[in-house]
């Protein structure tokens, strides 16, 4: 693994927040010059406006596909030796990395299965869920979404 890994998925700009656009013109100021200066019309959006983090997980996404067929146990070695839980940021990179990798699947006729409800549903790759962690301790790849032809 990269040994600046934690970088590499962090380091991009925040997006969002930031200032309102205010109501500008005469018709954004109450008449006659009130004391107060209050609005006649105010925005109704968000507020102030709030910052998502943006991260880049795409790298983690890739590394685990490409350690497919490894102990989960020597994986996971590499990556919490780069990507430490002392910070918040890192720590927030391996919570990440539990929703891509699932460690408990149910194996029925060799193909992974999660329970949802009384029942066992087969598990397909998805934006988040890429690998599992077989009975041996083996990282596998999920299989794709099998394709369902329109009518």
Known sequence: MRADMSKVLVLRPRWGGGRLRRVR?????APRGDLDQTYRREPMGRGRGSKFLNENLAPLRRYLLSQAGRPWDDVYSEIAAQ???SN???RHILEHLWDMVDRSPL???GRPHAYRGASAAPIYRSRWRVT???SRGILRCL???PRTRPR
């Open 25 to 29: 013109g005469r018709a954004a100021w």
């Open 83 to 85: 990507v430490d839980a």
């Open 88 to 90: 918040a940021v890192k």
């Open 107 to 109: 194996l029925i006729n």
């Open 132 to 134: 599992y962690v077989d």
């Open 143 to 145: 299989p794709a979404r």
